[in-house]
Each structure stands twice: as C-alpha cells, then as structure tokens.
C-alpha cells in the first residue's frame, strides 16, 4: 500500500517503538516521508505497543497533537 500513502488528506501522526521488531522503525521513517502533514515520534526502548512503554509520554504526545490542553 505504500504508493498510497501520499494520497493520505489528514494530518497523521506515527508513533512508534524504537525497537518495534514486528514493524521496523525504517517502515516507520519511510511512512513519514511518504504521507503528507505527518509526523514521527519514537518512543525509546518501546517495542511494537510503544504507546504502552510510556504512558505519560504517550497522552503528552497526543495531546498536543489533537491540541487538548
């Protein structure tokens, strides 16, 4: 699905685990790249449900991108 990615309208944003084996980081990067008004957090030493590894980390993140004070 990758030559679809470009045609993507909304802004999108990727979190993923730094050591995602199930996903690789480089899919992640490449995703980023490719989908327009996107954005890449990557959370340290998380794995495939990086948003579990930091919970904290996670609602700041999507706070701020859904702009939620």
Known sequence: YSSRLPLIKA???LI???KDDATPLAHAKIMEKSIPDSG???I???G???YT???ALTERV???FFGIK
Do not use: I
């Open 11 to 13: 802004p999108t944003l």
């Open 48 to 50: 495939h449900f990086s």
């Open 44 to 46: 340290k030493d998380a």
């Open 53 to 55: 590894a930091d919970l």
């Open 40 to 42: 890449l957090v990557v």
């Open 62 to 64: 999507l706070r701020s």
């Open 16 to 18: 993923w685990g730094e």
